[in-house]
Nanobody, 119 residues
Framework: VQLQASGGGLVQPGGSLRISCAAS????????VVWLRQAPGKEREEISC????????IYGDSVKGRFTMSRDSANNGVILQMNTLKPEDTAVYYC?????????????WGQGTLVTVSS
């Protein structure tokens, strides 16, 4: 069972980047998935979430209107499309899968992928 985040890198301010999170060993579509990020010296922040029952995503104020989260069912994963990137978006981005079943919370974490926004 594994959750793998990938696609991070260096991008200039105003640019775009797409990061993804792929699951192996379980069906990610049965889980809610959350993207979080942690910037240097700051607390981890939840930035977007997609439920297991529909494909509607919700976003934190810091990324609303710039980031789009979607499911990539063909690859058992999720995608975070990041546009109009700002230096303050620089962080390690993590994906987290969550499912509550019979009162038990099942959760899996990806290892994180670094996004650096800099000129």
């Amino acid at each position: 069972v594994q959750l793998q985040a990938s696609g991070g890198g260096l991008v200039q301010p105003g640019g775009s980047l797409r990061i993804s999170c792929a699951a192996s060993g379980f069906t990610l579509g049965r889980y809610a998935v959350v993207w979080l990020r942690q910037a240097p010296g700051k607390e981890r922040e939840e930035i977007s979430c997609i439920s297991s029952t529909d494909d509607n995503a919700i976003y934190g104020d810091s990324v609303k209107g710039r980031f789009t989260m979607s499911r990539d069912s063909a690859n058992n994963g999720v995608i975070l499309q990041m546009n109009t990137l700002k230096p303050e978006d620089t962080a390690v981005y993590y994906c987290n899968a969550r499912r509550l079943t019979d009162g038990l919370l099942y959760t899996y974490w990806g290892q994180g992928t670094l996004v650096t926004v800099s000129s």
